[in-house]
Structures are given as C-alpha cells and as structure tokens.
C-alpha cells in the first residue's frame, strides 16, 4: 500500500501563486511515477502534470503549460506542484497519484482545494 497526503491548498487571487506538495510512504518503491490532477465543481478529473521518480521525466496538459512546474524530491518520497501565474479557471480540488511502470494510477490522495478568485 502507498499513502499519499497532499498539502498547500488555499485561496489566492488570479495571478497569485501556491506550491502543493504530495507526501508519498509505504511501498513506495513500487512506483513509476507520480501524477497531479484536479477536479472542478461540475466537471470530469483532468490530468495535469506528471513526473518519473527515476529521471525526472516531466509531462503537462497544455492548459498549465508555462505556468506550473511539477518537481520531485526522492530522499523526501514527496512531490511538488509549483502554480504559478494562477487563474480563476484553475479553481478544483487537487489529487496527486501515484503509477506503475504501465502508468496506472493505483493510489491516490484525498486532494486539496485551490480556490483563484478573480
């Protein structure tokens, strides 16, 4: 089993910025990867950004493209979620994940709310 914890949620306003942080224990060397995503009011879970533990392989929807910066740091198992230049669209609750070398999110965290208000 692998728990994920997430923190660093808030309300900011648009074109503030916050850094969210997944803590990651347990059978955590079974991961490939970790992945955040988020979820608004109304709408389907979307991907956002994802990173291997090994390389630091990074991948990011485009909507977040230029603006959020997905870091890792091993000795620590936890992962980042640097937000920048934040819009109110950017409003939902925030999971990270964590993937197996086939990239299946086997595990998740309870999320953390980000609010931008406008």
């Known amino acids: 089993q692998v728990q994920l914890v997430e923190s660093g949620g808030g309300l900011v306003q648009a074109g503030g910025s916050l850094r969210l942080s997944c803590a990651a224990s347990?059978?955590?060397?079974?991961?490939?990867?970790m992945g955040w995503f988020r979820q608004a009011p109304g709408k389907e879970r979307e991907f956002v950004a994802r990173?291997?533990?090994?390389?630091?392989?990074?991948n990011y929807a485009d909507s977040v493209k230029g603006r959020f910066t997905i870091s890792r740091d091993n000795a620590k198992n936890t992962v980042y979620l640097q937000m920048n230049s934040l819009k109110p669209e950017d409003t939902a609750v925030y999971y990270c994940?964590?993937?197996?070398?086939?990239?299946?999110?086997?595990?998740w965290g309870r999320g953390t709310q980000v609010t931008v208000s406008s």
């Open positions: 994940a964590a993937a197996n070398y086939r990239w299946e999110y086997d595990y």
């Open positions: 347990g059978r955590t060397f079974s991961n490939y990867a």
């Open positions: 990173i291997t533990w090994s390389v630091g392989s990074t």
